[in-house]
């Protein structure tokens, strides 16, 4: 089983955009550790920022892979840039929007934002922005090989897909 | 406008401590991209986007293709790489395909692994002064 980072994807523009939806939830025990009450301090529950990055990763790496059809074992290779300038709390949503910027043989690089929406109000707002690169690993520079199947695009990508009505890009 | 040689080797500069992270100080001619400067085997490709984009004008998209400023698409080719080194054939394409870099730096041992090696900001700047002038 993966770890899945996003909920379902929203809106698919094939070769360029891809957005995803994240629900932050208290049920995530992950938010019980991040971060717990101290003896002067309440809990804190807050989405950590190294997996809202894995989030936009998922959520880019889903686009890459569709490129060629999740034909290509996909995976992150560099995050060049990350910044995220605010909390999200369980009860708010994650939108990751990734676009991709360049594609190449050896990887592709692409471009992200991160919103935030709080029920309460409805509104989006804008709290980070990323720029990361995938490479295809078949076509590394450093020769090494790797297993015939693809082991990144797996049965919980699969899922997904197929819930957010994409399914028919994997078949 | 022709962009000058000194316009040259200060934008890859400033691809080079943006991909690299490298200090300023430390990108002089000479360095080379992995033993002096830190690139792994991804950075290539992260360069080789940055400096697209550093160089494409509104008039002018600057695209590099693949194999044009790194040989990444001969190492799986068996008449170019075989055991870990670069055949005959290997030797004279890369030469050929190559005006940027000076091969005879790693002819003795001709392993894959001394390609690092050729690779250095010289060789960058050059690459791009060449490109351009076509």
């Given at each position: 089983?993966?770890?899945?980072?996003?909920?379902?994807?929203?809106?698919?523009e094939?070769?360029?955009r891809?957005?995803?939806?994240?629900n932050?939830?208290?049920?995530?025990?992950?938010?019980?550790?991040?971060?717990?009450?101290?003896?002067?301090?309440?809990?804190?529950?807050?989405?950590?920022?190294?997996l809202?990055?894995?989030g936009?990763?998922?959520?880019?790496?889903?686009?890459?892979?569709?490129?060629?059809?999740f034909?290509?074992?996909?995976?992150?290779?560099?995050?060049?840039r990350?910044?995220?300038?605010?909390?999200?709390?369980?009860?708010?949503?994650?939108r990751?929007?990734?676009?991709?910027?360049?594609?190449?043989?050896?990887?592709?690089?692409?471009?992200?934002?991160?919103?935030?929406?709080d029920?309460r109000?409805?509104?989006?707002?804008?709290?980070?922005?990323?720029e990361?690169?995938f490479?295809?690993?078949?076509?590394?520079?450093?020769?090494?090989?790797?297993?015939?199947h693809?082991?990144?695009?797996?049965d919980?990508?699969r899922?997904?897909?197929?819930?957010?009505g994409?399914?028919?890009?994997?078949d | 406008?022709?962009?000058?040689?000194?316009?040259?080797?200060?934008?890859?500069?400033?691809?080079?401590?943006?991909a690299?992270?490298?200090?300023?100080d430390?990108?002089?001619a000479?360095?080379t991209?992995?033993?002096?400067?830190g690139a792994e085997?991804?950075?290539?490709?992260?360069i080789q986007?940055q400096?697209?984009k550093?160089?494409?004008?509104?008039e002018?998209?600057f695209?590099?293709?693949?194999?044009?400023?790194?040989?990444?698409?001969?190492?799986?080719?068996?008449?170019?790489?075989?055991d870990?080194?670069?055949t005959d054939?290997?030797?004279a394409?890369?030469?050929?395909?190559?005006?940027?870099?000076d091969?005879?730096?790693?002819?003795s041992d001709r392993?894959?692994?001394g390609?690092?090696k050729?690779?250095t900001?010289?060789?960058?700047?050059?690459?791009?002064?060449?490109?351009?002038?076509?």
């Amino acid at each position: 089983m993966r770890w899945m980072w996003i909920d379902t994807i929203v809106t698919y523009e094939p070769d360029k955009r891809l957005v995803a939806i994240k629900n932050v939830s208290l049920a995530e025990e992950h938010l019980h550790e991040h971060f717990p009450a101290t003896a002067t301090l309440p809990a804190q529950p807050v989405m950590p920022a190294s997996l809202m990055i894995e989030g936009m990763a998922q959520t880019a790496g889903i686009l890459v892979g569709s490129l060629r059809r999740f034909k290509e074992k996909v995976v992150l290779a560099k995050i060049q840039r990350a910044e995220i300038n605010a909390d999200v709390i369980p009860g708010q949503c994650i939108r990751y929007d990734a676009r991709i910027e360049r594609i190449d043989p050896m990887g592709a690089g692409t471009s992200g934002t991160i919103q935030r929406m709080d029920h309460r109000t409805g509104q989006w707002e804008k709290i980070g922005e990323t720029e990361i690169m995938f490479s295809h690993v078949d076509q590394n520079m450093s020769g090494l090989a790797f297993p015939e199947h693809n082991f990144v695009f797996s049965d919980s990508f699969r899922n997904v897909l197929r819930s957010s009505g994409l399914g028919h890009l994997m078949d | 406008m022709a962009i000058s040689r000194a316009e040259i080797e200060e934008k890859v500069t400033d691809v080079l401590e943006n991909a690299l992270g490298a200090d300023r100080d430390d990108i002089i001619a000479t360095a080379t991209l992995t033993e002096d400067l830190g690139a792994e085997s991804i950075d290539f490709l992260d360069i080789q986007f940055q400096l697209e984009k550093k160089f494409s004008t509104p008039e002018k998209a600057f695209k590099i293709e693949q194999g044009e400023l790194f040989p990444e698409n001969m190492m799986s080719n068996p008449d170019f790489v075989k055991d870990g080194k670069f055949t005959d054939a290997g030797m004279a394409v890369l030469q050929e395909r190559m005006p940027h870099v000076d091969v005879s730096v790693f002819a003795s041992d001709r392993n894959v692994k001394g390609l690092a090696k050729i690779f250095t900001v010289k060789s960058l700047c050059d690459f791009i002064d060449i490109k351009l002038k076509k």
